[in-house]
């Protein structure tokens, strides 16, 4: 039986929740433990009666921990009798709020809460949000009740009609729920909200504008530039300076006045500095984020400008038609609006959103609740740039504010700079042990000082400062400052580098990296595509490849209106802009684009299309048409758009061509979804084997397909037809097969990162094809690696259970493995034996599956997982998560399109994207590849040596000198003002500073540096270390009174400590800390030699020099000034020069051929491990399982990768997502104009007849919408809707050819 193991794990998501204590924020990434307390004056005048009699310190103590205050001064209660709430988060911070109550308006009470909650006047009446809108203001009329529909915000201003009982906490509001007796969050419209709600609102009166002003406050996400007196105050009453502070105090009593002097002068400086970078980054930040502007909101009929830090959650406002920037989170209801979205995503590319569906403008959809992130594509974000807007006449682009100040998209990432999540590094909280440590030391030092002194009946004024004067000796109060010279250093690098970070404190975190995941298009290959070859479909068989799109023949047409009409680019200032794809498709179709203006628009209050037409087809100059002019007839107008989503994996277009008599429907997508959609005689047999053979040589491959529609299909069903019921039957037409190489930096930093065994994993939104193929080309999977395939299908009315399957990539006749294929949801038999290394792959559908009924087998196969394609997302940031909770250190590299909550959860998230510095990457890289990833492990790595190193270096240099001092203290002497001030601020502080300016080594080690300081080498390496400084200096002490010329130390009233002894132990301790500082500063395979670094080498000369000068040859000027007594005689003090060098190398053999040697590196290290704390990283026991487990997986080789991907995309047919159906029903559904636009259209057609008018085009007969479709489009407006198919039923089969027949 295996052997019990205690498993390290990294730990990710919010804590389980604990019994018996209460929360707020369940589940959710910021769940945070709640309690309540209330006053007690009892406990205040106990507490109070400690302070003064330890004379402010232990309220010092509360200052820097407020939660041990409140809960010393106040009684725990319940939270409906709460004054204040004490709030844990899973980072173990702790936030101290106070409850606040006011009135409706916004009003503070205070005699409302005397006898507790029972003060509060809540209306009990819960109602569920179908039910109609009661308000207190019986004459208070909205939107909302006309339609039976409320929200979230009106239920919680209904129960809290009269008096509102609350706290702030990370600016966030959290309100008194009577119903669930505890506080919640206070949210917008995002929560509990129907789809219709947003199209009945019509706007709020003035008292709901007040009231819901006073609940949720302005709509500004204000950052306060902290006073300069605030953060003096904060920044003096730190620890690190109170403990400054104190030890200046000790100084200055004790008469060391230029020492205490110079370190005043420094922190000074220091809090100084601190203070201007605190208060510009504070600026900067406000300057950044801080903006208002003047915005239309909808008051009655009509429209008043406004402030935007006016605005609340349900008020209606138009977007202009130039753009702006938005205030707020708000829901599209009209028009559609052309949106940069760099700022939260760090995608440059124009996105085009487009108005909620309503539910009831059709009868088959389901009037579902709002969610943001399924309705994302409706949602004008805060902080997003609107460059154009899509209108209708004069009707206004509306939306509906969703959420206001820091509950938006933007107020979310200010948060999330203000109160980043900390960075848990095991080295920052072994320094805080460690310095626990030193003051337990400083404890022994200081009963041995009380003892010697009080023996001596010494006077209680010296007692007290000799031994507090030992403790500022063994505990380095420089030790905090001096633990940032390597991460500053670095970061300094890293900007040459072009690597930008806004995290310094993850430069050390990035050092210990053993895992990187990448994305793969923009990131690991180019982000701009190649026109490969374009493979048509002609009687069921696939015809050979074009690579000139002239060059096809006539009766594929369809191929080239495909490439030209299906795709999501739009003009914005004059250039074509939108998807990089598109872009590279529609360039090589040598056509051109033309989008409705302003001028047409608002002149003819018509629906006016997107035309392309080939380039040359129609010139530009008015002047050169006249009445005999007749149109191309390649002409082809964009009449709607059903956007990409990544659920779907398409995106489609009803266009009409000019003078045809019907729509077509044109899409592109993945391969296997479009032709799950086509209809199966019009794709070839062979489909999957042409597609395997493009993608496994690293093409990108979109399918293309188009439909006929039947002439009766008119406009007005075209506008609110859903997707999904003409996104199916398609005529496959074939492939666009597009070129998407490698950059040339990956393959080789992809081999530099495995051969320093750092794992590399690829979790791409791509085809598994090609995801399959560039892992294999970039290096990822080996040459005689294998890949299996991983397959997860779901539960079956024939089979409960969901199952798995495991196939290789490559020929299956080359493995020879068991057939059985499938495992059931049950325990894994495991049977010990060995087995070759393999790499797992899946997608995202399978990692879904797995996800939810097979957790463990999850873990495994991340543990070799090494391909993850059409990963959503939300998926990236899952894996990511697994692979923490398996214990590794992750690193994610992306190009920050899809990829910002990936990076927000790794260790160390590194963004390529041109846009400013994204806030969910601690790093940004200026560079476009992957040459970043290594650099930064490296800076990292060197950056965490050098932290290691000072650090060994501080605390040898505090035990060095705490034993100098002890004993000087035997005889009652002590170390001299100059003595103190040449060690601390010549030697120390220009060595610390100069230490860590060595640079990091040019390759990656195989071996991670340690991350601990409780391992074997560091203690180790003090431990030893300070058994020979402390053996040379007692050396030195007895070796000198030995000497005939040696005079004994006298204890005198002026304490003049000039004597043989200070001197023998000062002489000496010099040269140690000079050889301490060479011993420590590593070079490789972390840092480069000290050669290297010419400021330490020209420090460590001067120091050197300086010393050896104070030895042998001092004047008796500078002897004096040192209050040192030299040795009479010269050879004598050339000794102690041969015990420094002897001092030297046996320090530098001890670290060099002892510390660092293997067998104490990992055969000590190993053994100290097992014996105490037994304890593996999770994923290295799951390694040694499948290594040792050789029946699992159960790999099939009965079919090809061909039929196992034809058979998934069937069963992925049968099993559609029904959720995604509905997602995307809602999605398809959205109007194109308002119900205004089309009653002005319904007139305008009466007064001006059939024809439809395009002046930009002076052609009068480009009848793109004819009279019936007008007609058709005036009876969906009418009340009325006889005679009007509400789509479930329409024919959507009827071959054009007969129509056309029918209409000549």
Avoid at 320 to 329: E, L, S, T, Y
Avoid at 393 to 400: E, I, L, P, R
Avoid at 843 to 862: E, S, Y
Wanted: charged content about 20%.
């Amino acid at each position: 039986m295996a052997e019990e193991v205690k498993v390290k794990v990294g730990l990710s998501g919010p804590p389980p929740m604990k019994a018996g204590f209460q929360y707020v924020n369940p589940g959710q990434e910021d769940q945070m433990e709640i309690s309540g307390y209330r006053p007690s004056l009892v406990r205040k005048v106990i507490v109070w009666f400690f302070i003064i009699i330890t004379a402010g310190l232990l309220r010092l103590v509360f200052y820097w921990l407020p939660h041990i205050f409140i809960k010393c001064t106040h009684s725990k209660c319940s939270l409906p009798e709460a004054k204040i709430v004490i709030l844990r988060d899973q980072y173990l911070q702790w936030f101290v709020s106070t409850v606040q109550i006011s009135s409706k308006n916004g009003q503070p009470t205070t005699s409302a809460m005397k006898d507790g909650v029972a003060g509060i006047a809540f209306s009990k009446s819960a109602y569920s949000s179908n039910t109609p809108l009661k308000m207190a203001d019986s004459k208070t009329s909205t939107a909302c009740e006309s339609e039976g529909r409320v929200s979230e915000v009106d239920r919680v201003l209904e129960l809290t009609r009269n008096l509102v009982r609350y706290f702030i906490t990370k600016r966030v509001k959290y309100i008194w729920d009577p119903d669930s007796q505890t506080f919640k969050k206070l949210e917008g419209l995002e929560k509990q909200t129907k789809c219709s709600y947003f199209h009945a609102c019509k706007g709020l009166t003035y008292q709901q504008q007040q009231e819901r002003m006073a609940m949720f406050g302005t709509n500004s996400i204000q950052i306060h530039v902290t006073p300069i007196i605030k953060l003096l105050f904060k920044e003096v009453l730190s620890p690190f300076y109170i403990f400054q502070l104190f030890s200046c105090g000790i100084w200055f009593a004790d008469e060391y006045y230029y020492y205490a002097s110079c370190i005043v002068v420094i922190s000074v400086v220091s809090i100084t500095a601190t203070i201007y970078q605190t208060r510009k980054m504070q600026r900067a930040l406000r300057d950044t984020i801080e903006s208002s502007t003047i915005v239309s909101r909808l008051s009655g009929d009509t429209y008043v400008d406004v402030n935007s830090d006016d605005l609340v959650p349900g008020d209606i406002i138009s977007i202009p038609r130039n753009g702006c920037f938005m205030q707020c989170d708000a829901v599209l209801l009209t028009g559609n609006c052309i949106i940069n979205e760099s700022m939260l995503t760090g995608e440059s590319v124009p996105v085009t959103k487009t108005p909620l569906p309503n539910p009831k403008m059709s009868k088959s959809q389901e009037d579902i609740l709002f969610n943001l992130k399924d309705h994302a594509k409706h949602v004008l974000f805060c902080g997003t740039h609107i460059l154009q807007t899509r209108f209708y006449g004069s009707q206004h682009v509306k939306a509906v504010v969703l959420r206001t100040g820091f509950s938006t998209a933007k107020g979310e990432l200010v948060r999330s700079i203000m109160f980043p999540k900390p960075v848990d590094f095991k080295f920052n909280r072994d320094t805080y042990i460690f310095v626990g440590i030193l003051a337990a030391i400083a404890g022994v030092g200081f009963i041995y000082t009380v003892v010697l002194m009080v023996q001596e009946s010494e006077a209680f004024a010296d007692i007290f400062l000799r031994s507090m004067d030992l403790i500022t000796i063994a505990v380095p109060p420089a030790l905090p400052a001096a633990l940032t010279i390597g991460i500053v250093f670095a970061q300094r690098r890293l900007k040459k580098s072009q690597i930008y970070c806004i995290s310094p404190r993850s430069i050390n975190v990035s050092g210990t990296i053993n895992a990187v995941c990448f994305d793969k298009t923009g990131t690991l290959t180019e982000d701009g595509l190649n026109m490969q070859s374009i493979v048509g479909v002609q009687d069921g068989l696939f015809t050979e490849e074009l690579h000139d799109i002239k060059a096809l023949p006539h009766d594929q047409a369809h191929l080239l209106h495909v490439m030209t009409a299906c795709h999501s680019l739009t003009i914005i200032d004059g250039v074509l802009s939108g998807d990089p794809l598109d872009l590279i498709m529609f360039d090589a179709t040598n056509w051109e684009l033309e989008e409705p203006g302003e001028e047409e628009t608002s002149r003819y209050d018509m629906i006016v299309p997107t035309i392309v037409r080939p380039k040359g087809s129609r010139s530009s100059n008015k002047e050169l048409f006249d009445e005999e002019f007749k149109p191309m007839h390649d002409e082809i107008a964009i009449m709607r758009q059903f956007t990409f989503t990544s659920s779907l994996q398409r995106m489609s277009v009803i266009t009409r061509k000019l003078g045809a008599p019907n729509f077509e429907l044109f899409t592109k997508g993945a391969p296997e979804m479009i032709a799950s959609l086509s209809k199966p005689e019009t794709v070839p047999s062979n489909f999957h084997e042409v597609l395997i053979n493009y993608t496994k040589h690293g093409y990108r491959v979109i399918a293309l397909a188009y439909r006929s529609f039947p002439t009766k299909l008119k406009y007005t069903k075209i506008q609110r037809i859903q997707r999904e019921q003409v996104e199916r039957n398609l005529t496959f037409l074939g492939f666009l097969v597009m070129e998407n190489r490698l950059k040339p930096e990956t393959t080789p930093i992809i081999h530099k990162l495995l051969d320093a065994n750092i794992r590399t994993v690829m979790v791409t939104g791509d085809n598994m094809l090609t995801a399959l193929s560039v892992a294999r080309e970039c290096g990822m999977v080996g040459e005689n690696q294998r890949i299996i395939l991983v397959q997860a299908f779901p539960g079956t009315p024939g089979k409960k259970d969901p199952w798995l399957e495991y196939m290789y990539t490559e020929d299956p006749d080359d493995h020879g493995h068991d057939k059985s294929t499938k495992e059931t949801k049950i325990s894994m038999p495991f049977d010990f034996h060995t087995d070759s290394y393999y790499h797992f792959a899946m997608d995202g559908k399978t990692w879904a599956i797995i996800r939810k009924h097979f957790p463990l087998i999850l873990q495994k196969i991340c543990v070799r997982g090494t391909v993850f394609a059409r990963m959503s997302p939300d998926q990236k940031s899952q894996l990511i998560e697994v692979l923490q909770e398996l214990g590794y250190f992750v690193g994610m590299c992306g190009d920050g399109a899809n990829d910002c909550g990936a990076l927000k959860t790794a260790h160390a998230g590194i963004s390529l994207s041109e846009a400013e510095a994204s806030v969910a990457s601690p790093f940004t890289s200026k560079q476009p590849n992957i040459e970043c990833v290594p650099t930064l492990i490296r800076q990292g790595r060197g950056a965490l040596v050098t932290s290691f190193g000072i650090f060994k270096y501080m605390a040898c240099y505090s035990l060095t000198q705490f034993v100098t001092v002890l004993i000087l203290y035997w005889i009652f002497a002590n170390l001299t003002d100059f003595e103190f001030l040449y060690i601390d601020l010549f030697l120390l502080t220009s060595l610390s500073v100069t230490f860590g300016y060595t640079n990091a080594y040019d390759s990656l080690s195989k071996d991670p540096p340690l991350v601990s300081l409780f391992s074997v080498a560091p203690v180790l390496s003090i431990l030893l270390h300070m058994g020979i400084q402390t053996a040379a200096q007692v050396f030195c002490y007895f070796n000198v009174q030995d000497q005939p010329w040696f005079v004994p130390y006298k204890i005198n009233e002026d304490d003049d400590y000039t004597s043989y002894e200070n001197m023998a132990v000062y002489v000496i301790s010099m040269y140690q800390y000079i050889t301490l500082a060479i011993v420590f500063s590593k070079g490789r395979p972390y840092r480069k030699t000290i050669f290297t670094n010419y400021f330490f080498l020209a420090n460590l000369f001067v120091c050197i020099a300086m010393t050896v000068w104070l030895n042998i040859y001092p004047t008796d000027e500078v002897a004096e000034f040192f209050e040192m007594k030299p040795a009479p005689s010269i050879p004598y003090r050339c000794v102690y020069l041969g015990i420094a060098v002897i001092n030297f190398f046996l320090d530098y053999f001890l670290e060099t051929f002892i510390i660092e040697s293997y067998f104490v590196q990992e055969r000590v290290q190993c053994w100290i491990e097992d014996l105490f704390s037994n304890s593996k990283y999770q994923y290295e026991i799951l390694e040694e399982d499948i290594i040792k487990d050789k029946s699992w997986p159960n790999v099939s080789s009965e079919e090809t990768l061909a039929q196992a991907f034809e058979r998934l995309d069937s069963q992925q047919v049968r099993d559609f997502d029904q959720s995604s159906l509905l997602s995307s029903l809602l999605d398809s559904a959205s109007e194109t104009q308002s119900i205004r636009s089309l009653r002005s259209l319904e007139i305008e057609t009466s007064q001006r007849g059939p024809v439809f008018t395009r002046e930009a085009s002076n052609v009068s007969d480009d009848i793109y919408i004819d009279n019936d479709d007008e007609s058709q489009l005036i009876k969906a407006v009418s009340p009325s809707l006889e005679g009007v198919d509400m789509f479930p039923d329409l024919d959507l089969e009827e071959e054009v050819t007969n129509t056309s027949a029918t209409n000549k």
